[in-house]
């Protein structure tokens, strides 16, 4: 089998995709075989303490189903937003040698870009908190 994965098949034939289809296998078979052994071999003391939901202790009280102010959900939008933007930086701050001029001018042009968005947002009062 290892002289399989080591011969010189194609990138065109099917043989290339063996060593990933042989480890998807493996993964799942080990994932399956796991879990059937720990049901089998757990133990199996269901009391009427254990069958109850995990409240942390907590006692719940009112419904769960409680409107929520909107300013939360748009907080982590645009956090999420702008994060993934500032990971574009990583692959200029990796090649900023190979790139040049016209790649610190295309960054230049990013970060215009962003902090455009940003002062919209400002401006549109999406971050202020007072009502």
């Known amino acids: 089998m290892f002289h399989l994965l080591q011969t010189g098949a194609g990138i065109d034939s099917a043989q290339s995709y063996l060593p990933v289809a042989l480890q ?30 995990f409240t942390s202790g907590i006692e719940s009280h009112g419904d769960a189903r ?14 999420v937003l702008f994060d993934v933007e500032v990971i574009f930086f990583y692959p200029y701050a990796v090649n900023f040698k190979d790139l040049g001029w016209p790649g610190f001018w295309a960054v230049v042009m990013f970060v215009g870009f962003f902090l455009c968005g940003f002062i919209y947002i400002i401006k549109k009062g999406a971050l202020k908190w007072e009502e």
């Open 66 to 79: 409680q409107p929520m102010a909107i300013k939360y959900f748009l907080t982590a939008i645009l956090f």
């Open 24 to 53: 998807v296998g493996i993964a799942v078979g080990l994932v399956a075989f796991l879990m059937v052994v720990t049901h089998l071999l757990g133990p199996k003391r269901k009391t009427s303490d254990k069958l109850q939901n």
